[in-house]
């Protein structure tokens, strides 16, 4: 069975190491090595800081946070990050040039999980940005 942890955090930068910290902590028990726990976390910041720099809060004013780990052989996880959108943006992997500061982001993410996307909320107009490790995703569009 799934065991779900949600978690929520305040819409700027200093939520990006309290994320990890709190997924890290959820992960601990969960049977992975250490570069599966790394890579997760690596994955979890840039989703978070992409959150935090590039879209709105949620109307609560924060990001919420999903882990959803599914202790199997080897255990499948599930990462999201729902923020307040970005009308008019885009979520998508950009190719940065040699002397840019930023924008490897996703390409990062796409690297490192098994896959990953968006689920635009249009009711709410809320974004979440998910992605799955150790198998195909189990619950989001592809």
């Given at each position: 069975m799934p065991a779900t942890h949600w978690a929520t955090f305040a819409h700027d930068a200093a939520s990006v190491p309290r994320a990890r910290h709190v997924?890290?902590?959820v992960l601990d028990g969960a049977g992975l090595d250490e570069m599966a726990t790394a890579e997760i976390e690596i994955v979890l910041s840039e989703i978070v800081g992409n959150a935090v720099r590039h879209?709105?809060?949620?109307?609560?004013?924060?990001?919420?946070?999903?882990?959803e780990v599914t202790p199997e052989a080897p255990p499948h996880v599930e990462i999201a990050v729902t923020d307040g959108g970005s009308p008019g943006r885009a979520v998508a992997a950009r190719t940065?040039?040699?002397?840019?500061?930023?924008?490897?982001?996703?390409l990062i993410v796409a690297g490192l999980a098994d896959e990953w996307g968006v689920v635009e909320n249009l009711s709410d107009l809320s974004r979440t940005v998910w992605a799955s490790f150790g198998g195909p995703t189990r619950h989001h569009p592809h």
């Open positions: 997924v890290r902590s879209a709105r809060p949620l109307g609560d004013g924060a990001i919420h946070v999903q882990c940065a040039g040699n002397s840019d500061t930023s924008g490897r982001g996703l």
